[in-house]
């Protein structure tokens, strides 16, 4: 039985969406949620409440709309911006790491603590990570949605009110794929039995999974049924409700003074990113709004969804977005396994 705090947070989620695409912001049906939920516990102390499958579902949808967005030419179009990327990526989570490590030696964070809560990775990685390393969960999970945050509300206004493409490079974008039949719908279900089947073993499946799947029928001609609009929206508004309900005040209340820091960190990374952008633009010719938003330190889905309002190309965002992921989901645990106690004595 669905509890009645579901249906209040689901429907203030809906409600600020609403405003919030009213007045025109970037990512309403994300940002509306997740400022309704905080709003809503801030001032009235209320307990919100999810329904535990719905986030895999809504990441499903949003998988299976990145992967409509790729074409056949999109896979072979990743492959020049490999090295830069990946070199800029390194730099990128290197000066995040550094910055960490400066902060845990001014304060009483523990060295493990400040650089797990820092690494521009996904948070329940990290808090995997964290765990298994005997962090401070309670601060990494805090600092990471410091992090979360700030990229959410800056990098998507920069993205669309300086960097946006132009309305003909958005029709193009939006106007890729070809309606196919109602049947391939199923083909939609496979992609939720898939991604599902192996989110315990492999980061974000339930979005990379079909992404992945849908993206390479579209880049083989496959064509699929295109799914209205409200389900992509309704995806959002449930991603919203996920990083809402996530986020608990009396956490951020315990971290106290730190937030300021990690707040400071985390727009000190933003710049590096939109710095590093234009470098990635200056190497290889990608355009302005894709370099931005593929090293932007935010998530797979948000950045991909913002790179499409924005007139970027979100099958490349999304692609050198997954790519980053893996590499810090798969590698950088097992760097911290050999560097950290090292680093700890210093």
Not at 97 to 125: C, H
Not at 215 to 225: D, T
Request: aromatic share 10%; hydrophobic share 50%.
């Amino acid at each position: 039985m669905v509890r009645k705090e579901t249906f209040v947070t689901y429907g203030i989620a809906l409600c600020s969406g609403i405003g919030f695409k009213s007045l025109h912001l970037p990512l309403p049906w994300i940002l509306g949620p997740v400022t309704g939920l905080l709003l809503l516990k801030l001032l009235l102390s209320y307990e919100t409440s999810t329904v535990r499958s719905a986030r895999d579902i809504g990441f499903t949808i949003l998988g299976v709309q990145i992967g409509l967005t790729f074409t056949a030419q999109t896979f072979t179009l990743v492959f020049p911006y490999l090295l830069p990327y990946t070199v800029l990526s390194l730099l990128l989570i290197s000066t995040s790491l550094f910055l960490a490590y400066l902060i845990a030696k001014k304060t009483a964070i523990d060295m493990k603590t400040s650089m797990i809560g820092s690494a521009p990775g996904g948070l329940s990685a990290m808090l995997a990570v964290s765990e298994s390393l005997k962090g401070n969960t309670v601060l990494v999970t805090i600092f990471h949605t410091i992090r979360l945050l700030s990229v959410l509300f800056i990098i998507p206004f920069i993205a669309t009110h300086f960097l946006s493409g132009s309305e003909a490079q958005k029709a193009v974008i939006s106007s890729e794929s070809s309606q196919g039949p109602l049947w391939t719908t199923l083909i939609y279900l496979a992609a939720f039995g898939l991604g599902y089947r192996f989110k315990d073993r492999i980061p974000a499946s339930c979005v990379i999974l079909p992404m992945l799947l849908i993206g390479l029928l579209q880049a083989f001609g496959f064509p699929l049924y295109q799914l209205p609009q409200v389900f992509y929206i309704g995806a959002q508004v449930i991603i919203g409700v996920h990083l809402g309900n996530s986020i608990r005040i009396r956490d951020l209340v315990i971290a106290g003074k730190y937030c300021s820091l990690y707040f400071g960190l985390s727009i000190i990374i933003i710049t590096l990113g939109i710095f590093l952008g234009w470098l990635l633009t200056s190497w290889t010719g990608m355009d302005f709004a894709t370099a931005v938003l593929s090293l932007a330190p935010g998530g797979l889905v948000e950045m991909s969804i913002t790179a499409t309002e924005a007139g970027a190309q979100p099958a490349l965002v999304s692609s050198l977005q997954m790519i980053r992921l893996l590499f810090i989901v798969m590698v950088l645990p097992l760097l911290f396994q050999k560097i950290l106690p090292r680093v700890h004595e210093l």
